[in-house]
């Protein structure tokens, strides 16, 4: 990440002053960029339509309170992803009394153990299973790197960590699901 905004950034930057001014044109724009992924990224964590436009929205009046704040030196996308992650996890929070990861025997595996390929026998209904095995913050960060292709930098911005403790949390999310996965198939296996 730069210490200075990017052209694109400086753009968006000044698309986003537009929009908070009034500008319909530049509000709209900003809608159209940003409510898809981010809806998305909500209703695969909070897994409720309601709450995940309830999310959503509340994320958008905050950007539009907190517009001066943004600095131009991240992406849009990425800062709104930010706004919205925590949203989602603040929902989740209130709901789930086991929220802060545990560290369990998984941490000391070592990282060949860790060769992460969805299995062709594995469905979407499984895998979407599997992910419920994970610790909230891993499962956030798996989604985002899964279904937004965000690198761990830019999940790192959207949740308030350092890239080296998001590299960690996605090494340990993606060994539970691999280990959920054999586990699940070798069950599968032994059914029949």
């Known amino acids: 990440m730069s210490l200075f905004p990017s052209k694109q950034h400086r753009i968006e930057q000044a698309l986003l002053k537009r929009a908070v001014a009034g500008n319909s044109q530049a509000s709209k724009e900003i809608i159209r960029l940003l409510s898809s992924p981010a809806y998305s990224l909500a209703w695969k964590m909070l897994r409720n339509k309601e709450d995940a ?3 959503v929205q509340e994320a958008f009046i905050r950007l539009w309170k907190n517009a001066e704040s943004f600095s131009g030196k991240s992406a849009l996308f990425t800062y709104f992803y930010a706004i919205v992650s925590n949203l989602c ?9 086991q929220f802060f990861e545990e560290f369990d025997e998984l941490e000391h595996c070592s990282i060949e ?3 992460f390929e969805i299995m062709p026998s594995i469905n979407p209904e499984g895998i979407k299973k599997a992910m419920d095995i994970l610790s909230i913050k ?3 960060a798996m989604l985002m790197w ?8 830019q999940i790192g911005l ?3 960590m350092n890239k080296n403790s998001v590299d960690q949390l996605l090494y340990r999310a993606k060994l539970k699901l691999k280990l959920e996965l054999e586990k699940r198939k070798s069950e599968s296996h032994e059914i029949k």
């Open 158 to 160: 959207s949740m308030g």
């Open 146 to 153: 899964a279904y937004q292709d965000m690198t761990a930098e």
């Open 89 to 97: 996890l603040d929902r989740l929070k209130k709901g789930s009394k």
């Open 53 to 55: 436009e309830d999310a």
């Open 113 to 115: 153990s860790v060769d």
């Open 138 to 140: 891993q499962r956030m």
